[in-house]
């Protein structure tokens, strides 16, 4: 074969080689986007377990430290930190593979956990040392401001939109406490009823929401006034909440009830249940087209899928005792200052 039909001959090939380059890259970056994994905190035997998104199968488990409870992406979303409250120990995971990047130790009894809305500071509630410890956050180190003294089991974490105050649920004293960051000191105590968890903001910071685990309801308190102003009937055990980002609603998981009611923000008012749900629900994560809300069932030592515009659970996937915390990095943000 003559040179000039062999080089003509190497252009298309060359040609089809590089789209056929391509197609594998491009198939390569979609199979790592589908490859991320729900990351649940299995808090009952000091490990996680990572769930393929799109086709509900464990992947593997892998061990973290005495009791997990909750987790929270870093402001830069570059790290995922699972916070081990009985070992007093803070680990940093990869969002997207859940490999560990790095162990921070002598961060004592961080059971919840929470970023101000502004990242100046971090903030961990120690439930069995009734306190909490205020951190300031430069982007990359924590250091200790202070340890508050706060009263009987500090819970649940939310914020101002501005950064400039934390609220914390108090569940065996029954109270909601608002701190002011900047001098790192109490600035208020409110009675809100039996054992309060979950907390979050409505949207314009008008309201927070409480739920009230020792009831069957949720608190509306506004807190610039200082007063209880409301009592949304949800279910038994209203316990921690999830935006479903449009801008209208929040599910309230009711542990006791084993159900998940949905509150518009804008009535104030429960709109409907979703029933039929294993013993326990408890955190939430939202997937990214907002079709499908999941849940850790506390209780039943499993996770469960929720097809939210039918309101019905539709798959379960066993993991370990006492799933707690939930998240995946490619789901829909959570636009109320919120950790799950």
């Not at 570059?78 to 997207?96: G, T």
């Not at 499993?302 to 939930?326: E, F, N, Y």
Request: net charge neutral; proline share 6%.
């Amino acid at each position: 074969m003559p040179v000039s039909s062999l080089s003509s001959l190497r252009r298309p090939l060359a040609a089809l080689a590089s789209l056929t380059l391509l197609a594998g890259c491009l198939a390569c970056a979609t199979a790592a986007r589908a490859a991320e994994p729900v990351i649940v905190l299995d808090s009952g035997e000091a490990s996680l377990t990572l769930i393929d998104q799109a086709t509900h199968k464990v992947l593997r488990t892998e061990p973290t430290g005495k009791e997990p409870h909750h987790l929270l992406a870093t402001p830069d979303q570059h790290a995922l930190i699972v916070a081990n409250s009985v070992s007093n120990s803070l680990m940093f995971l990869d969002p997207h593979t859940g490999k560990v990047q790095r162990l921070s130790e002598g961060v004592e009894d961080p059971y919840q956990l929470g970023f101000s809305p502004d990242h100046k500071w971090f903030l961990t509630a120690g439930l069995r040392l009734d306190r909490v410890d205020i951190y300031h956050y430069d982007g990359q180190q924590l250091t200790l401001a202070r340890r508050l003294p706060l009263g009987r089991t500090p819970s649940h974490l939310n914020f101002t939109s501005d950064g400039r105050l934390a609220f914390v649920t108090l569940q065996d004293s029954g109270e909601l406490a608002a701190i002011d960051l900047a001098t790192q000191s109490v600035l208020w105590k409110l009675p809100v009823g039996s054992t309060p968890a979950g907390l979050w903001m409505t949207p314009g910071d008008r309201y927070l929401l409480v739920g009230m685990t020792g009831e069957d309801d949720v608190k509306v308190v506004d807190w610039r006034a200082r007063q209880v102003v409301k009592s949304i009937p949800t279910g038994r055990g209203a316990h921690n909440f999830r935006d479903l980002d449009d801008g209208q609603r929040v599910a309230v998981s009711n542990r006791v009830a084993s159900t998940i009611s949905l509150i518009d923000y804008r009535t104030l008012q429960k709109t409907g249940d979703i029933a039929g749900l294993l013993p326990g629900p408890d955190d939430m994560a939202l997937s990214a087209d907002h079709r499908y809300l999941w849940v850790t069932f506390r209780f039943a030592r499993h996770v469960g899928v929720i097809d939210l515009p039918a309101r019905k659970l539709v798959d379960t996937i066993a993991v370990g005792r006492s799933p707690h915390g939930i998240f995946f990095a490619d789901g829909a943000p959570v636009h109320a200052p919120n950790p799950d």
